[in-house]
């Protein structure tokens, strides 16, 4: 067993050395990307489970690396979260975001926009600051600009979350809870927190008609949120038949393929503008 401990010890080292590697390889790439203009945006629709009407639109990153091709996010979010580098792209996906919603605004297709915001950003106290700043200078609308934040920040400290938001919600900026279901928060944090929007994670969403306790899991967020004043979003719509078990169940806003992918900035416009025209 000791002659097993020490290859393990043996096999594992270099793998790690190797990891790390890579790690620092990317990171470096990742800074490049910024800098070099390798990231953008695409836009998810979600609509209204009830008049079919668009609601807003979730802006998504991506890496577009020179070899590698589309990077999603999930394989370089998270590294940006350890290494810091998610302050610099958070920054850059708001104004992207906000500069691309005055762009539909010439073209008449005012859109509420979402961006994703890091707990890992949130190591800058100025953040919410700069939020507000940036919403400011877009000269959009107030209710333009949405962030969604997930439960993990409810967990870090109340009364810094609480004043993040409320600045956020004084400037008009609208703040919806991501991921909901997956994280630890406690249900008193949920009442005291202003989201105005509960989405409920897609991994309760996908499967429910299959699995009796996802289903009775999604009806249950969907109350909760509507005893709170919160609107309801479910990701990961995939079938006709979810979007029906959806709505009979009083769910709110529908995002998902069903309706759309993440789309890059011109097929989102052609989108609405097809869909508006319907
Ligand atoms: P999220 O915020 O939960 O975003 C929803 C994810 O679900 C997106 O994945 C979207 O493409 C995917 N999705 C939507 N509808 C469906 C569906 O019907 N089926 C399936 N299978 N998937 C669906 P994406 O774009 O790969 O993003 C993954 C995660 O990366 C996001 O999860 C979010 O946590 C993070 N992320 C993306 N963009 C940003 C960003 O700008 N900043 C930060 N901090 N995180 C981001
Ligand atoms: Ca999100
Ligand atoms: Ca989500
Ligand atoms: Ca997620």
Request: charged letters at 25%; a negative charge.
């Amino acid at each position: 067993a000791k002659g097993e401990g020490r290859n393990q010890i043996a096999h594992f080292t270099p793998e790690m050395h190797e990891e790390a590697r890579l790690n620092a390889v990317m990171h470096q790439e990742l800074r490049g990307a910024v800098k070099g203009n390798q990231l953008e945006l695409h836009y998810q629709p979600i609509r209204n489970a009830r008049t079919g009407a668009i609601n807003h639109v979730e802006a998504l990153v991506r890496w577009r690396h020179p070899e590698r091709g589309l990077v999603r996010p999930d394989l370089f979010i998270p590294l940006a979260e350890k290494t810091g580098m998610i302050r610099e792209i958070g920054e850059w996906v708001r104004q992207e975001a906000l500069t691309a919603a005055a762009r539909m605004q010439t073209l008449g297709l005012l859109i509420p926009i979402a961006v994703n915001v890091s707990t890992a950003e949130f190591y800058d106290h100025t953040l919410a600051d700069h939020i507000v700043q940036q919403s400011r200078e877009s000269g959009l609308p107030e209710g333009t600009l949405m962030v969604e934040i997930t439960e993990s920040l409810l967990i870090r400290s109340q009364q810094e979350t609480r004043d993040f938001l409320r600045t956020l919600q004084n400037a008009g900026i609208r703040i919806a809870l991501d991921d909901f279901g997956t994280g630890y928060s406690s249900l008193s944090y949920l009442a005291s927190f202003p989201a105005e929007k509960l989405k409920i994670d897609r991994s309760f969403v996908m499967g429910m008609r299959s699995d009796e306790r996802k289903q009775a899991l999604v009806e249950t967020i969907i109350k909760l949120g509507h005893s709170l004043g919160m609107r309801v979003v479910a990701e990961g719509v995939e079938t006709e038949e979810d979007q029906a078990l959806l709505i009979s169940k009083d769910c709110d806003l529908i995002q998902g393929y069903l309706l759309s992918k993440p789309l890059p900035e011109q097929e989102l416009i052609s989108f609405l503008q097809r869909y508006c025209a319907d």
